[in-house]
């Protein structure tokens, strides 16, 4: 019972569990949405303990990397916390021949973010000294939680979906604007380099890239009078410079994107936000309108990930009846 109402309570509101529990497990004396909350909270701190007793598991394919797809998302604070929202950190860590792990935690608890995926690389067969590959949307914050955890340089690689979408914001700001008047002989860098930066990025060339970048923004500086006269240019170049300073800023996490996704290896952090919609976004925003402290947070956070990856039923818990 106790696993159920641990389970249903991170599932649903607690009052909904509660209706639940009431429909289906009728007893003398009708469930309280206080006591699967308690509830909640027990579980959550048996499941933690019963992680970090873990001994290491090694794993048969300890030559090949492991890799953590590392997001994070933001929760509605209650209302005596220092902000409307805290961020939440969560994933997935993948190993060759292992079902893939999940992780979430939150922040100003007993146990750390970097805690959090320290234990999730454990269960997947980590040993300090193997080779850790981190995707993420560039991130400094996370990318420092992975750092922390392994103790050791891990492999940087910027999620393509992030860089995708930055690109496909100029593309179709530049797209609106090359029919404009005499724009497109102006502006003649940005009509050549625009449709090549893509492919530059795509096969790893983030230096032509960035050259090509620093060639558009000068140009532009040189029609300061156009930006004045169309905002939609002004806008262009705010995008471009954005651009420049992510590239700055990532250079050594952009790869050869191209070679990567024809030997079928990862390019995105997709697995993460597939963790965040199921972690933090099904139970925690979108159309719920609860808000959290960070502990209450973190502890449903963790039943949540012991259910998605089916370790709550083989979890050994010592709860009281």
């Not at 579980?43 to 048969?60: F, G, H, L, M, N």
């Not at 994933?91 to 021949?97: I, L, M």
């Not at 471009?240 to 790869?255: A, D, E, F, M, P």
Request: glycine share 6%.
């Amino acid at each position: 019972l106790e696993r159920i109402q641990a389970e249903l309570g991170s599932r649903l509101s607690f009052r909904e569990a509660v209706r639940v529990l009431n429909l289906f497990v009728p007893a003398a004396r009708p469930h309280n949405h206080r006591t699967v909350s308690n509830r909640l909270a027990k579980v959550a701190d048996q499941i933690e303990k019963w992680d970090a007793a873990s001994p290491y598991r090694i794993s048969r394919a300890s030559d090949s990397a492991i890799s953590i797809f590392i997001d994070g998302a933001y929760i509605r604070a209650v209302p005596r916390y220092q902000g409307r929202h805290f961020e939440i950190a969560m994933g997935r860590v993948v190993s060759p021949g292992r079902l893939p792990r999940q992780f979430a935690a939150a922040p100003n608890v007993a146990t750390g973010k970097h805690d959090a995926v320290r234990v999730a690389l454990r269960a997947q067969g980590w040993m300090p000294g193997r080779d850790v590959t981190v995707f993420s949307d560039g991130d400094v914050g996370l990318q420092g939680i992975v750092l922390t955890a392994t103790r050791q340089p891990v492999t940087q690689i910027l999620d393509w979906f992030h860089l995708s979408m930055r690109l496909r914001h100029i593309e179709q700001a530049w797209e609106g604007l090359r029919h404009i008047g005499d724009l497109n002989i102006y502006l003649r860098d940005i009509t050549v380099h625009v449709p090549r930066l893509r492919h530059l990025l795509w096969n790893g060339y983030v230096d032509k890239a960035t050259q090509a970048v620093n060639n558009m923004l000068y140009q532009l500086k040189q029609q300061v009078r156009l930006q004045d006269i169309n905002h939609k240019l002004k806008r262009l170049s705010v995008l471009i410079s954005n651009l420049r300073s992510y590239l700055i800023q990532n250079t050594r996490s952009i790869v050869d994107y191209c070679r990567r996704y024809r030997s079928g290896q990862p390019i995105s952090s997709s697995p993460a936000e597939s963790a965040a919609n199921s972690l933090v976004n099904a139970r925690m925003n979108k159309k719920r309108q609860m808000r959290w402290s960070p502990v209450g947070a973190h502890r449903g956070l963790q039943v949540r990930a012991a259910v998605a990856d089916g370790r709550l039923k083989q979890a050994k818990l010592a709860l009281a009846a």
